[in-house]
Structure formats: C-alpha cells, structure tokens
C-alpha cells in the first residue's frame, strides 16, 4: 500500500479542470493506498486573503472533496492550519533549502514579476510544501505537470536533510496522470485553467450553475474553420474542448470527432456543456447536503486528529535528527 499526499490552496472555488485532472483520481487512490488530502490554507496567505473569505473556502474545498467521493472512512481530509507538524518542520526543512533553489521556482517569478512589495512567505512556501508532503511518509503526489518542479525540490530537500543529518524521510515521487493532467483556459487555451484567473470566463467552477456553464462554453476560444479535430498546436481551444468533452462523457476523442463530422461549433460546444452539466450536478447536490451540515466539522475535527497522529511521529523523528529534541519521546 502507498502513501499519497495532495494538497489544494482554498483560494477561490475549484475548476472542471482541477476536478478532471486531480479530485477524479483521488476517488480511485483511496481504494487503495493510504491517502491524505489537505485544504492548504496556509499556502494561500502567501498572498493576501480576506479573513472571512479564506475561512469559509477553506470549508468549502473540503465539502467538495467529499462531494467529489472522497470518503473519511477511507481517506484522511484534514485542514493545513489545525496541524502545527506542517509549520514546525516546514522552518526546520527551509533551514536545509538554498535561496537560490526558491528563487528558481517558477510560480516565485511568476507571482513577483512587476510587484514592488512582495511577501516573504510567496518565496520561502516550498519548503513548507515539502514539509506537508514528508510528514506522512508519502511515495507519491499527484500533480499537473506545472507542480513538478516543487515535487523535484522536494525531493532535493528530503535527500539533503537524509544526508545531512539521518535518513528519515521517504524520497517522493510525482504522479501525474495521463488524462486531464493539464485542463486550459476557455479563453486563453495556450495557458493552463486557472481559479485564480482574473477573467472569470476563462474557467468552469466547480459551482457554477447550468446557464453559466453553457454560456462560458459557448463564449470559449475556438477558431474559424469550423471543424471540429483534435490538433492542440493548430487548434488548441478546439482541442481543449475535446478534452473536457471526453473525460466527462466517456467517449473518446476519436469518437466524438467522428460525432461532430460536419456538423458546427454550436452543436459541439452545447454538447460540452451538457456532458459538463451531467458530471457537475450531482457532485453540485452532494456538495449542499455537506456545507451546513455538522457532520462537516466532524470529519475534519477526525482528519486533523488522524493527520496529527501520523504528523506528529515524522516531526518528533526530525527534531531528534536534528538535536532540537531535549527529551527522547
């Protein structure tokens, strides 16, 4: 049995794309590996959120994580924040990281990039991240191929600490998956789907309703020959579509190639949008019954209490490594 950790940031609500690409998977690992699954809430104040606003999307992540199947009996759910191991090894491990390991990241120069004053936190968090990913042990992260460069750090940082001082830590290993790994933009298909994108055509959420979602679809980027074919160089909106379309419906691209032959981008794009619709509504009924209701903080009481357990052993282990442990425990 494996051990798999992901992490999600609670800064706005979820997309079709981080559905298709991750929480659809995490349905199928929990059968069985032993999973942790973490509303990283402590990531997303690398920039600034409203307090009431990173609260209540820190809940709704994880009323959608079970929505999306995610089971408490199976799987170990739990918030960032209620697990203090995260922070404690996470300055411990940015004591093992080089400054220009995290300059290097991509997501740093990304988010920096023409900003006179930028947080601290956005160039020290891999560390942090390495720290929820070690703490359990973990041999694999399921990740979008954009996320592999923290995986590879983290893997840096678990070597050198293993070096350094004693071999603790499992070296993970990224696991991306072959199908809905990298959803794009409806707008923009060069760039990959984006919650946090400023134009909120650009994505499906996960809550959107029926009418949003057929009126984002049909707005989506295609192009003017009006075929519909998979080619993601020369018709990469047309492609994403095909995509999207597939992984909701079941049918294969070739199939639903096939099914379009000579027929417009109207006809295909109502077509993505209700196979969207029928994956969406009864994750959308599921995630109501959750949100208001007590068992929510039950669950998440159980999973931080679970997380702590397993968290707190890896930390001890660390701290004795290190000599910061005055008593063996």
Not at 28 to 34: C, F, L
Not at 40 to 48: D, E, F, L, M
Not at 109 to 121: L, P, Q, R, T
């Amino acid at each position: 049995m494996a051990v798999i950790f992901s992490g999600i940031q609670p800064s706005g609500t979820i997309t079709i794309g981080n559905y298709l690409g991750a929480l659809k998977h995490f349905v199928n690992y929990q059968e069985e590996d032993e999973c942790y699954f973490c509303v990283v809430n402590q990531h997303a104040i690398t920039v600034h959120q409203d307090p009431a606003e990173l609260k209540q999307n820190s809940k709704k992540l994880a009323a959608l994580y079970l929505a999306c199947g995610i089971s408490s009996e199976k799987s170990t759910l739990f918030i960032q924040s209620e697990v203090p191991a995260h922070t404690k090894l996470g300055w411990m491990l940015q004591c093992v990281t080089y400054i220009g390991e995290l300059e290097r990241m991509t997501q740093y120069k990304d988010k920096s990039k023409g900003k006179e004053a930028v947080s601290s936190g956005l160039l020290t968090y891999p560390p942090l991240m390495a720290a929820d990913i070690l703490l359990y042990g973990t041999d694999f992260v399921p990740v979008g191929d954009d996320q592999k460069q923290h995986i590879e750090l983290t893997r840096d940082i678990a070597e050198r600490f293993n070096k350094k001082y004693r071999e603790i830590f499992t070296v993970p290993e990224p696991h991306i998956a072959k199908e809905g790994a990298r959803i794009m933009s409806l707008v923009d298909p060069t760039k990959k789907m984006s919650k946090s994108d400023e134009n909120i055509n650009s994505f499906i959420s996960m809550l959107d309703d029926e009418k949003t979602i057929m009126k984002k679809i049909k707005r989506a980027t295609t192009d003017s020959d009006g075929i519909v074919a998979y080619d993601k160089e020369n018709k990469p909106g047309i492609s994403n579509l095909l995509t999207i379309y597939s992984l909701c419906s079941g049918e294969s691209i070739e199939e639903l190639v096939v099914k379009y032959e000579g027929k417009g981008y109207g006809d295909f794009k109502e077509g993505t949008a209700n196979a969207i619709i029928s994956v969406l509504k009864p994750i959308q009924e599921r995630y109501e019954a959750f949100i208001n209701s007590p068992e929510l903080d039950t669950i998440l009481d159980h999973g931080a209490m679970k997380a702590e357990r397993k968290a707190n052993k890896m930390l001890n282990k660390a701290e004795r490594a290190m000599g910061l442990a005055r008593k063996r425990i």
